[in-house]
């Protein structure tokens, strides 16, 4: 297993795994989102953005929680 800098096993909160920990640059690759814009959904704080946390000062965010997210941007578009 990969091992980040920063990462503790005995910090992750709610029983995430490392593997599921994303930071930014891995959400806004795997979303094509500026981190300008993820910092925007952020601070701006309305469910706009992907829920997110601090970890060891660095934001970071759950895959399970991107992942939603990214079907209920889906569901409030609608099918084309």
Request: overall charge positive; aromatic content about 8%.
């Amino acid at each position: 297993m990969e091992r980040r800098p920063g990462l503790s096993i005995e910090v992750i909160h709610a029983g995430a795994s490392l593997a599921e920990i994303m930071l930014m640059e891995e959400v806004s690759e795997l979303t094509r989102i500026p981190r300008s814009t993820l910092r925007f959904y952020r601070h701006a704080g309305q469910g706009q953005g992907p829920r997110s946390f601090k970890l060891g000062g660095r934001i970071c965010y759950k895959r399970s929680d991107v992942e939603a997210w990214i079907e209920s941007q889906y569901q409030a578009e609608g099918v084309r």
